[in-house]
């Protein structure tokens, strides 16, 4: 029998990824940060105050957009997979949605040109048509973090650094975009959002181009997806390892969502403390990039379900700290604040990386190779797990009125959705992960077989010893 290391040398995928090529792939996130950061930021006041929509009508705009966005993940996935060209199957996305994703960013931050009764319009129109371009070249993003290597280690390697120039960057687009507007608006907001996002949007457009040219698909397989895009989702569903990480991410996401929602709220109404609001969100992301970093040194200490059994009880325990903590405890609200940033980025940028084992593990067993797929509805489920949460949030504050003082019930489920929710689903979490079980070694032997043509026949259930 052969060793690990002999199949791993037999590899010849396994080539080492340059500094450069890491630092290019890290920065394409920071590229899409650009759109998403000040959307994230910024959006529902956007739409209020400069473009002059009513709440009803930025809610009903929202939910339809995540709505078609949650059923155009897959979709997006199918084609990508199903893409043929010379340059691999994902690259050419960043080439050809570029130009279009900046154009239709500019086309949404223009609509307060157009006569007030259009403006619903014209934010239907841009916000969705972005947001399906954005999703599109979003989906080939993700799915080249598996085709870069085969190598479980580097593709930790490569997520730590993506996630961490992800967080920093959004800390720093969502710091410097008011000053900007501002700056270039000299009182008209409305044309300094205009000239904010044509900036970004050009930046991007460069940052996506260098990914195109930088990156490289080599862990390029023969087998082909399934003719019906349904049966690759039927596949994935018949994938333990990769259903095991679709219910943590419904998980995870449901319990971070509930955390950076509430946080304007606990801080205002619980602690009184209105003017620490963006202060104590940052917290959250600056922790979220020290946990994305983190992770290729924990991993070295401990194997990767139970690095991440032990960040989600870090989570559990913060999410209880906060539920106890009295309203004038600041200090210890913004440690536990940042506690569990670390733990939520290092689950994320983790299973990130697991992810495109578990399209391996998909390819081995059944014959057929849908990379994006995978990680397409991997994102369906976050936004399940985002809705539900949500609508928890809705149900549980349904009374709370803004700039009045709140009752008791309101403060007390304000109290529950910050820190004891999160820890319960925190805890369900670690009963998800712990039946976890394909190793690094195991996705080294199963790759062997892939790049040599053999494996299992497509209705062999067996997993690998």
Not at 93 to 115: G, K, R
Not at 142 to 162: F, K
Not at 335 to 354: N, P, V, Y
């Amino acid at each position: 029998m052969k060793s690990i290391s002999s199949d791993k040398t037999a590899l010849h995928a396994y080539e080492p990824i340059g500094i450069g090529e890491i630092a290019s792939y890290s920065l394409g996130d920071a590229g899409f940060n650009l759109y998403w950061a000040p959307l994230s930021a910024f959006l529902m006041i956007y739409l209020s105050d400069v473009v002059g929509l009513s709440l009803i009508s930025i809610s009903t705009l929202l939910i339809t957009m995540r709505l078609i966005g949650a059923f155009a993940d897959p979709v997006f996935g199918a084609i990508a997979d199903r893409t043929h060209t010379a340059y691999g199957r994902y690259r050419p996305w960043f080439l050809w949605l570029c130009l279009p994703l900046a154009a239709s960013a500019i086309m949404f931050f223009s609509i307060t040109n157009a006569p007030a009764d259009a403006r619903l319009f014209g934010a239907y129109v841009g916000l969705i048509l972005m947001n399906l371009i954005y999703t599109a070249a979003n989906t080939a993003y993700n799915a080249l973090s598996g085709v870069i290597t085969p190598d479980s280690s580097q593709r930790e390697l490569i997520m730590s650094s993506r996630f961490g120039a992800a967080f920093l960057s959004a800390v720093f687009i969502t710091w410097v975009t008011p000053k900007l507007i501002a700056f270039a608006g000299r009182g008209d907001t409305a044309l300094g959002w205009q000239f904010v996002m044509t900036i970004y949007g050009l930046i991007a457009v460069v940052i996506l181009v260098n990914l195109f040219l930088q990156t490289r698909e080599r862990f390029a397989l023969t087998s082909q997806p399934n003719s019906n895009p349904l049966r690759d989702i039927a596949d994935l569903f018949k994938n333990r390892p990769w259903v095991i990480l679709f219910s943590l991410a419904c998980v995870v996401m449901a319990a971070s969502m509930l955390r950076t929602s509430v946080s304007p709220y606990f801080m205002k109404t619980y602690a009184g403390r209105p003017d620490l609001i963006v202060s104590f969100l940052m917290t959250f992301t600056l922790g979220l990039a020290v946990g994305s970093v983190s992770v290729v040194f924990l991993t070295r200490l401990l194997s990767r379900p139970a690095s991440i059994a032990l960040m989600l009880g870090v989570i559990a325990l913060s999410g209880l700290g906060l539920y106890l903590c009295g309203p004038h405890q600041i200090f210890l609200m913004f440690a536990l604040q940042a506690i569990s940033g670390i733990a939520f980025g290092f689950i994320g940028t983790l299973t990130f990386a697991m992810y495109a084992d578990t399209a391996d593990f998909n390819a081995w067993k059944t014959g057929h190779r849908a990379t994006a797929m995978t990680y397409s509805m991997i994102m369906f489920s976050k936004k399940i797990g985002a809705a539900g949460a949500a609508a928890f949030i809705g149900g549980a504050m349904a009374s709370y009125v803004a700039n009045v003082p709140a009752p008791p019930a309101i403060i007390d489920n304000i109290r529950l959705l910050m820190g004891l929710a999160p820890a319960i689903l925190a805890l369900s979490g670690i009963g998800i992960i712990a039946l976890y079980d394909l190793t690094p070694e195991k996705v080294i032997k199963l790759q062997a077989q892939l790049l040599s043509g053999f494996g299992p026949k497509p209705a062999e259930p067996n997993p690998l010893p």
